[in-house]
């Protein structure tokens, strides 16, 4: 019988690039989410019956134990970039994270991979890199094997990146940006899974790696690129962080007065106080050439979903084609 994964968030944005791969690798795939029902489209990535999201909640150990039953490898992708209700910090990235490793060892699962995020620091300000950097250590301490991946800020079709500022982009003149001048190294969600298959398939050694891509810039340099894709002339106006700050205040007091039923996801304090630091792979770092990964470029990728953001959408080649013809 073919080898078993599950993937805790396996309907996310890089576990389903995961679960893709892995049923391309000939393995049967468990996806474990709190919503099965909304998670039905990871079915065809693999034959019938291949790939099959089941019910699960990371805070829970008889749901993570159950998921988890009869697994080869796992790959815990849950994370959050803002508290919402019982899904906080806390919760998801170390308890959620301990879980799944102390389970994952009880179980005497051969592999685990965590997805972390480069930044993860326990000494960090920020509650969410506080968090990934206690989690980090939780599953450590119950499975010293595992493999950790460290990404910097993600981009692919799906991203909440480069689409939320194209959306931005597309409505104003004006592109308003916290932390212009700190650096990232983007790195592209498929070259993420391709690591975290490593993992799972033994083909990584245990350890934590940093991933990030071939380039490293600026967010003002980052938003240049992707207007020069979208094709839109937009004025770039950096936010010193005492202004950014009253915005990213008054939409978490919205957060608390409501009890979380709006919830802030434009600017938190906590984000804020991540845009203050460079977001890099260290130089002494394992990385993707350490797993036998080629990094993919931005420029590879940015204009095959993007192209909505520009003034005529797909068209708007065609539209510059016919302008050249003649009446």
């Not at 060892?105 to 997805?115: E, F, Q």
């Not at 490593?198 to 600026?218: C, D």
Request: with cysteine; proline share 6%; hydrophobic share 50%.
């Amino acid at each position: 019988m073919a080898k078993l994964i599950t993937i805790y968030g396996g309907s996310g944005f890089v576990g389903r690039y995961i679960a893709r791969r892995m049923a391309a690798a000939g393995w049967r795939v468990r996806v474990a989410v709190r919503r099965p029902n909304e998670a039905i489209f990871v079915r065809p990535y693999g034959a019938p019956g291949q790939v099959e999201p089941v019910l699960c909640n990371i805070r829970d150990d008889a749901s993570v134990r159950a998921a988890m039953l009869g697994a080869d490898a796992v790959v815990n992708c849950v994370g959050i970039l803002n508290t919402a209700g019982r899904n906080r910090f806390d919760a998801v990235h170390v308890d959620g994270a301990a879980r799944v490793a102390r389970i994952a060892a009880d179980l005497g699962v051969a592999r685990l991979v965590h997805i972390s995020a480069l930044g993860a620091d326990a000494d960090s300000d920020s509650t969410y890199s506080r968090t990934k950097a206690e989690g980090e250590a939780a599953v450590l301490a119950a499975r010293p094997d595992a493999v950790i991946l460290r990404p910097s800020v993600i981009f692919g079709i799906e991203d909440k990146f480069f689409n939320r500022f194209g959306a931005m982009a597309a409505r104003s003149p004006v592109l308003p940006l916290a932390g212009a001048g700190t650096r990232f190294q983007p790195v592209y969600v498929d070259d993420v899974a391709q690591a975290a298959v490593a993992g799972a398939t033994g083909a990584a050694a245990p350890g934590v790696y940093e991933l990030g891509g071939p380039e490293v810039a600026t967010l003002r340099d980052l938003m240049r690129q992707m207007l020069a894709v979208i094709q839109r002339r937009r004025a770039i106006l950096p936010l010193p962080s005492f202004l950014a700050w009253i915005p990213a205040f008054g939409l978490d007091m919205v957060q608390g007065i409501t009890m979380g039923l709006i919830t802030n996801t434009v600017l938190t304090r906590d984000q804020l106080r991540n845009l203050g630091r460079d977001n890099v792979v260290a130089p002494d770092a394992r990385g993707l050439a350490d797993l036998g990964i080629t990094p993919t470029p931005l420029g590879a990728v940015l204009p095959e979903y993007l192209w909505p953001y520009r003034p005529a959408g797909q068209f708007k080649a065609i539209m510059d084609s016919a302008r050249n013809l003649r009446s």
